[in-house]
């Protein structure tokens, strides 16, 4: 099983910036396909940012150029570099992991949440 403990959250002002981490647990993080996504209370769950286990990073548009996500397989762990915050970015982010094609058995799994709070 995979545990994933999300941490680096806060409270920043707009024009600020902030690093999220993910921590991960099970042994299998180098098989992971991560990610990163955010919520606010009534709104759905969006995309910010992905990284396979090779290495291949995409974005959300609206992160793209302020956001930059990374992993280090030797600490099992996946980072999330927030520049250039905005209120809009309020949201409570979640860490997300997914087996890659050479698992046999697919599975999905997600963090607990760690809130961001951006002023304006």
């Known amino acids: 099983q995979v545990q994933l403990v999300e941490s680096g959250g806060g409270l920043v002002q707009a024009g600020g910036s902030l690093r999220l981490s993910c921590a991960t647990s099970?042994?299998?993080?180098?098989?992971?396909?991560m990610g990163w996504y955010r919520q606010n209370p009534g709104k759905q769950r969006e995309l910010v940012a992905t990284?396979?286990?090779?290495?291949?990073?995409n974005y959300a548009d609206s992160m793209k150029g302020r956001f930059t996500i990374s992993r280090d397989n030797a600490k099992n762990t996946v980072l999330l570099q927030m520049n250039s915050l905005k209120p809009d970015d309020t949201a409570v982010y979640y860490c997300n992991a997914k087996t890659d094609s050479r698992v046999a058995i697919p599975s999905n799994y997600w963090g607990q949440g760690t809130q961001v709070t951006v002023s304006s």
């Open positions: 990284i396979s286990s090779g290495g291949r990073s």
């Open positions: 099970g042994s299998i993080f180098s098989y992971l396909d």
